[in-house]
C-alpha cells in the first residue's frame, strides 16, 4: 500500500480532457511484478513520442532497457538512451551524475541518494533531489536539457560514465572543446547476446564556463587544470569524463546535450537544430504538448481516476518507440555501415516479435503518417543489409526471437491505415526473406533461420534451437512463420501481386502439420515427422517446453490467428475447445512453463479472445476484463510482464476499449466490452471510431447488445471501414447474456485454404529395455522392444525394424506388433557383437510406423562393445538446454549415453590423466565432475554465480572455473573436490585458459574492456 500511495502522490491522476497527458504516470511499469513478472523494466524519464533520446536515472538494480528499479534508493547516473520493457540489457548510454567534492577513488562507481518523495515524473520531464542536488530533465526529438542546482562550492562535478552502457562498451570517448562543451561516444551493443554493434555521439554546451576537465580510465582529456579556450581537444579513449564548476556565486548549471548515431558533428548539428533554449520549463512544456497531441487521439470520459491514469499510461508507453535514428540533416547510418541520407525520418529500435499483434495495428490507426515512417525504414534496413530485420537495434541485425516479424508488421501496418510506404517493394522484401538464399546479413544475420526445412516439409523439425530460444523451438518457428505468411498473402493480395497471395496464403496453412488430433494440441515434430511420446504439455523447469520459445504447447496452440476455427475443429468443435479455454484460464499468468494462460508474454495475447470464435463470447468478455483489473494496476509493478517497448500497454489499451486486432494482416476487430462509458478514437484521416457504453464499469463486462452505426448485430466482430465515422453502441450488465454473439454467423473469420489436412498421429511409442547394454565380442545381450499404448483411447498395430553399424546383428531385426488400448505389447530382441568389433560406442535405431502412417519417434539402443577393464577414447559434450552431458567416441564419432549435469552446462575440461571431466553450469552455480571410467557423476562443486568456463592446471591439481555473475574465478581441488575462496577479476568473466607452463590463467572479462590474468596457483 505504501508504494502505491507513493506512485500515485508522485503524478496525481487526472480526468481525460485537453491534457490526457496529466493522467500518465510514468512511475508504473518502474518495479516488479513479482516471480513470474520480475521487472516490467519501463522507466521513468523525459522523452517525447518515438523520440531518439530518453533521459533517465539509472539506479544499481538497472533492470534490462529501462535502468530504473523503483526499489532502489540510489542514483548511479542520468543516461540519455533507454527502451522501455524490453528482455535483455540495452542502451544506458551516457550516463551524467552530479556530484560534490572530491571524486571518489573509481569515479564510475559514483551514484547519489534519494527518496521517491523528493523525486516527479510527467510526459517529457523528470526532476529529483538526490544527495543534496537538484535534478531537473526534459527532453525533445533529438535533444534534452538538464538543470543541476548544487550547493554553493568550488567543486560542483559533473560526471560523464562514457563507458557505462548497460552491456559494457567496446570503446569510449570523451573531449572538451573550449570551456563550456564537451563531446564524446560509447560503443555498445551484444544486444540478447548478439554480435550486433552501435555507436553513439554527444555533444552537450553548457551555459556557463566549467573550471576544469578530466577523465578516468584512459588518457587526460584535456588535464585536470583549468579548462582551455584553445581549440577543441580530441576526443580520446577513456571509461568517464568530469567537468567542474564554480557554484558559489550562482549554484545552477544548465546544459543541452544531444545525440547523433553518426558523429559528433551530427550531434552538434542537432543542438543547433533542435536546442534553442536553456529553459528546463519551456522545453518540458512543448514535450507535454507533444505528448498531448498523441493521446488526445484517443478520448475516454467516465471511469475512475486510477482507470484514467492505467489508460494514458498504457498509451504513453506504446507511442515510446521505436526511436527516431537519423539526425536532423537526414543522415544515419545504415545497415551496410554507411552514412546515408533521407528526406524522411529514419527509425530504429523495432521489439518486432512482441509489437507485430497489438502494437503496430495501435500505431497505425492513431499515427499513421508517423508509422507510415516506420514502415519506410524498415524496408531501407533491408535495402541496406540484404534482409528484413527482426528486432534490431540502432543499425544492426540481432535475429532476437522466432519468426519473420517484419512481415506482420508491414502487413498489419498497411491494414489499419500506414499507407504511405512502398507496399509493392515491401512485398518483394518479404518474400526475398521467405524463399531465397543468399549471404547472411552484416555476416551473420539469417532472416528465417529455418526456411529450408520449413520450405521442404512444411514444418520447422525440432532439431535446433534458433533465434536465442533456450530450448528447440521447431513448433513455435512453425506457427509463427505460417502467420508471417498470412501476413505476406494480405499484403501482396492489397496490391495486386496474385501469384504471391495464392502461394503464400496456402503456405499460411502449415500450422496444420504441426497439430496433433491425437491430443488436440499443437506440438512439436522431430526430422523423422514424429511427434514425441507422451503428455502434450510437459512442464518442469527451465524457461518454456521443447518445441517452443517462452512457452508451451497448451499457450501456443492458440496461436493461429489465421484460423482458429480450424483450431477449435481439431481440438473436437466448440464445445471441446471452450471447455479446454475453461481450464486454460484458470490462471491468467502461469509463465512459461505451467498448462495455463501467461499473460505477461506476446503469443498468448489473442487467447482470452478465442471464446468469440468458439460460440462464447460471454468468457471472452469475462476473461478479458479479469485480466485488466487483476493484473494491470496502478503501481510500480502494475503489469503482468516486461513492457516489451509497449507490447503488454498496447493490449491494455485495445482491451480497455473493448476490440482486439485479433488477425495480422486484416482489418479487423474482434468485439470484447468497454471498461470506460465513452472513448472517441481518431483513427487517421477522415476516420474516427466512437465508443458509447452507458453504465460500463469494471464490474459490468457482459455485451448484451451491440448496435454498429445503428444497426443491430451479433456479430463478435468488426470489419474497420477506410473512411468514415463508425460508431459502436453496447449495451452491457453485470450478468452473461449467453445467447448474443453466438448464432453460426456470429463468430470472427477464419481464413483457410481449403479443408485444413492435419498428419496421422498416434498415442502408442516405442521403449527399448534397457536402454544401453555392454557386449563383449561373441556375448549377446537381450532387450525388450515395447510397443506402449498406455495413452491410446483404441488399438494400434506398429511394425517396427532395427538397424546399426556393420558387426551389430539383432534377433528379430523387425516385428509387427498390436498394443491393446492402454496396453503395452513387448517383443525380445538379441543383440550380439561380431568378433572382429572394434571396441566403443554404437547405437541401434528403432524405427516405427503405424499402420495409419502416423511415423512414431525413433528410439535408440545404446551399445558400448568394450572387453572388460577396456576404456573407450572419450570427448565431452555439453547440452545446455538438456542439462545433460554427451560423451563421444573419439574414433567412431558415435555419442554415448547422454550424463545428467547441472542446470546450464557450459565449459568443459577433462583432467590431463584422463580420470574425470569437469563440467560448469550456468544456472545451477555448480561444477558437476563426471568419472571417465564409467561416465558416472561423482560430484557436484557448488560455486560462483553463472558458472561459465573451465580449464585444468598441467599438473591436474586444480580446475578453475570463470563465474560470469559475480566477476570472480575460483580454484577447486581435484583431489578433494572442494572449491577455494573466489578472486575477483572483471565484469563478467565468461572464457578462461592456463598458459601452457600453468604460470597464468587469463580472463577475458566481458563487461570490462580489458583483460585480466592471475597465477593459477590458489
Known amino acids: 500500500m505504501l508504494m502505491t500511495c507513493s506512485v500515485l502522490t508522485a503524478v496525481p491522476a487526472a480526468a481525460a480532457g485537453p491534457d490526457p497527458a496529466g493522467a500518465v504516470n510514468p512511475f ?121 542546482t548544487y550547493p554553493r562550492t568550488d567543486a560542483a562535478r559533473l560526471l560523464v560514465k562514457v563507458a557505462g552502457s548497460q552491456n559494457g562498451s567496446a570503446g569510449a570517448t570523451f573531449g572538451a572543446v573550449g570551456d563550456r562543451e564537451i563531446t564524446g561516444s560509447v560503443t555498445s551493443g551484444r544486444f540478447c547476446g548478439q554480435p550486433n554493434a552501435y555507436t553513439v555521439h554527444f555533444a552537450a554546451v553548457f551555459d556557463r564556463p566549467f573550471t576544469s576537465v578530466g577523465t578516468w580510465g584512459g588518457t587526460t582529456a584535456s588535464g585536470r587544470g583549468p579548462a582551455s579556450r584553445r581549440a577543441p581537444a580530441a576526443a580520446l579513449p577513456v571509461a568517464g569524463g568530469v567537468v567542474t564548476f564554480d557554484t558559489r556565486s550562482d549554484p545552477v548549471v544548465r546544459v543541452k546535450v544531444a545525440l547523433s548515431y553518426v558523429d559528433v558533428a551530427g550531434a552538434e548539428a542537432n543542438l543547433r537544430a533542435e536546442a534553442r533554449t536553456f529553459d528546463v520549463s519551456a522545453v518540458a512544456g512543448a514535450a507535454r504538448q507533444a505528448w498531448d497531441r498523441r493521446l488526445r487521439r484517443i478520448r475516454i470520459s467516465g471511469g475512475t481516476a486510477d482507470q484514467r491514469t492505467q489508460f494514458y499510461t498504457a498509451l504513453y508507453h506504446a507511442l515510446l518507440g521505436p526511436n527516431l535514428f537519423s539526425d536532423s540533416d537526414g543522415r544515419y547510418r545504415g545497415f551496410d555501415g554507411r552514412v546515408h541520407r533521407t528526406a524522411r525520418p529514419q527509425y530504429a529500435n523495432f521489439s518486432g516479435w512482441d509489437i507485430y499483434r497489438s502494437e503496430i495495428p495501435l500505431l497505425a490507426l492513431l499515427a499513421p503518417d508517423e508509422t507510415s515512417d516506420l514502415m519506410a525504414s524498415l524496408l531501407r534496413d533491408a535495402d541496406e543489409g540484404g534482409w528484413l530485420p527482426k528486432w534490431p537495434v540502432a543499425s544492426g541485425y540481432t535475429g532476437v526471437m522466432n519468426g519473420d516479424a517484419a512481415d506482420p508488421i508491414l502487413a498489419g501496418a498497411y491494414a489499419f491505415g500506414a499507407r504511405g510506404f512502398d507496399a509493392r517493394h515491401a512485398v518483394d522484401l518479404m518474400v526475398h526473406g521467405a524463399e531465397a538464399d543468399g549471404p547472411p546479413g552484416q555476416g551473420f544475420y539469417v532472416e528465417r533461420p529455418s526456411r529450408v526445412p520449413y520450405l521442404a516439409r512444411g514444418y520447422v523439425p525440432n532439431t535446433q534451437s534458433t533465434s536465442i530460444s533456450p530450448v528447440p523451438n521447431g513448433a513455435s518457428e512453425t506457427l509463427e512463420y505460417a502467420v508471417d505468411d498470412f501476413a505476406v498473402s494480405r499484403l501482396a493480395g492489397a496490391v495486386g501481386r496474385g501469384d504471391v497471395a495464392g502461394r503464400f496464403h496456402r503456405r499460411s496453412q502449415n500450422w496444420a502439420n504441426v497439430f496433433d488430433t491425437a491430443t488436440g494440441y499443437v506440438r512439436p515434430r522431430d526430422a523423422d515427422g514424429a511427434f514425441p511420446p507422451g503428455e502434450p504439455v510437459a512442464t518442469g523447469g527451465g524457461f518454456g517446453q521443447s518445441g517452443f520459445q517462452e512457452g508451451n504447447a497448451a499457450q501456443y496452440t492458440w496461436m493461429v490467428p489465421q484460423n482458429l476455427r480450424a483450431v477449435a475443429d481439431g481440438i473436437g468443435g466448440n464445445a471441446a475447445a471452450a471447455a479446454r479455454l475453461d481450464e486454460y484460464f484458470r490462471q491468467l499468468n502461469a509463465g512459461p512453463n505451467e498448462p495455463f494462460h501467461w499473460q505477461g508474454n506476446e503469443p498468448t495475447f489473442g487467447t482470452p479472445w478465442a471464446y468469440d470464435t468458439v460460440g462464447q463470447p460471454w468468457k471472452t468478455q469475462a476473461t478479458v476484463r479479469r485480466i485488466v483489473t487483476g493484473l494491470y494496476h496502478a503501481t510500480p509493478g502494475g503489469e503482468p510482464g516486461n513492457d516489451d517497448v509497449g507490447a503488454l500497454s498496447s493490449w491494455y489499451v485495445w482491451a480497455a476499449l473493448g476490440l482486439y486486432p485479433q488477425t495480422p494482416g486484416v482489418p479487423l476487430l474482434v468485439v470484447g466490452s468497454p471498461l470506460f462509458p465513452h472513448a472517441e478514437i481518431d483513427a487517421g484521416p477522415g476516420r474516427r471510431i466512437v465508443v458509447d457504453a452507458p453504465g460500463a464499469a469494471a464490474d459490468r463486462p457482459y455485451v448484451h447488445g451491440l448496435r454498429v452505426d445503428g444497426r443491430p448485430t451479433g456479430h463478435t466482430w468488426l470489419a474497420l471501414p477506410e473512411r468514415g465515422v463508425t460508431r459502436l453502441d453496447f449495451t452491457l450488465a453485470a450478468t452473461p447474456d449467453t445467447r448474443w454473439g453466438t448464432g453460426r454467423d456470429d463468430a470472427p473469420p477464419s481464413f483457410g485454404a481449403g479443408p485444413v489436412r492435419f498428419p496421422p498421429t498416434t498415442r502408442a511409442f516405442l521403449t527399448v529395455n534397457p536402454g544401453q547394454v555392454r557386449l563383449s565380442p561373441g556375448q549377446p545381450s537381450t532387450v525388450d522392444v515395447t510397443v506402449d499404448n498406455g495413452l491410446g483411447t483404441g488399438p494400434v498395430t506398429v511394425t517396427w525394424r532395427a538397424s546399426a553399424t556393420a558387426g551389430l546383428t539383432f534377433t528379430p531385426a523387425s516385428a509387427t506388433v498390436t498394443a491393446a488400448a492402454g496396453g503395452r505389447a513387448a517383443t525380445p530382441m538379441t543383440v550380439a557383437a561380431a568378433a572382429g568389433l572394434p571396441s566403443g560406442f554404437y547405437q541401434v535405431t528403432i524405427r516405427g510406423v503405424a499402420a495409419n502412417g502416423a511415423v512414431i519417434q525413433t528410439t535408440h539402443l545404446l551399445v558400448t562393445v568394450a572387453r572388460p577393464g577396456e576404456t573407450i577414447p572419450t570427448a565431452y559434450v555439453s547440452n545446455y538446454s538438456d542439462a545433460t552431458v554427451t560423451p563421444v567416441d573419439t574414433r567412431t564419432g558415435t555419442a554415448g549415453p547422454t550424463i545428467p549435469a547441472g542446470n546450464g552446462p557450459d565449459g568443459v575440461v577433462v583432467t590431463p590423466d584422463n580420470t574425470e571431466v569437469y563440467i560448469a553450469n550456468n544456472n545451477s552455480n555448480s561444477v558437476t565432475v563426471v568419472s571417465t571410467v564409467d561416465n558416472r557423476v561423482v560430484a557436484t562443486v557448488p560455486v560462483g554465480s553463472v558458472a561459465a568456463d573451465v580449464d585444468v592446471t598441467p599438473d591436474g591439481r586444480t580446475v578453475w572455473v570463470s563465474n560470469f555473475g559475480d566477476g570472480t574465478v575460483q580454484p577447486i581441488d581435484t583431489a578433494t573436490h572442494t572449491a577455494g575462496p573466489p578472486v575477483a577479476v572483471g565484469g563478467n568473466p565468461q572464457r578462461l585458459r592456463i598458459a601452457p607452463g600453468g604460470a597464468r590463467l587469463w580472463v577475458p572479462n566481458q563487461g570490462w574492456t580489458r583483460r585480466r590474468w592471475r597465477s593459477p596457483v590458489p
Do not use: N
Request: glycine share 20%; net charge negative.
Open 28 to 148: 508504473i511499469g518502474t518495479g516488479s511484478g513479482g516471480p513470474v513478472v520480475g521487472d516490467v523494466d519501463a522507466f521513468p524519464g523525459a522523452t517525447v513520442p518515438f523520440g531518439m533520446v530518453q533521459w533517465s536515472p539509472d539506479t544499481p538494480g538497472r533492470p534490462s532497457g529501462g535502468g530504473y528499479r523503483y526499489e532502489d534508493h540510489d542514483i548511479t547516473g542520468f543516461s540519455l538512451t533507454h527502451l522501455s520493457g524490453v528482455g535483455c540489457p540495452t542502451g544506458g548510454d551516457l550516463p551524467f551524475l552530479p556530484l560534490v567534492g572530491a571524486l571518489p577513488a573509481d569515479p564510475g562507481t559514483a551514484s547519489l541518494p534519494f527518496t521517491h518523495a523528493d523525486e516527479s515524473a510527467v510526459p517529457g520531464r523528470y526532476t529529483v533531489t538526490a544527495g543534496g542536488i537538484g535534478v531537473a530533465l526534459a527532453a525533445g526529438a533529438r535533444t534534452a536539457v538538464g538543470q543541476f
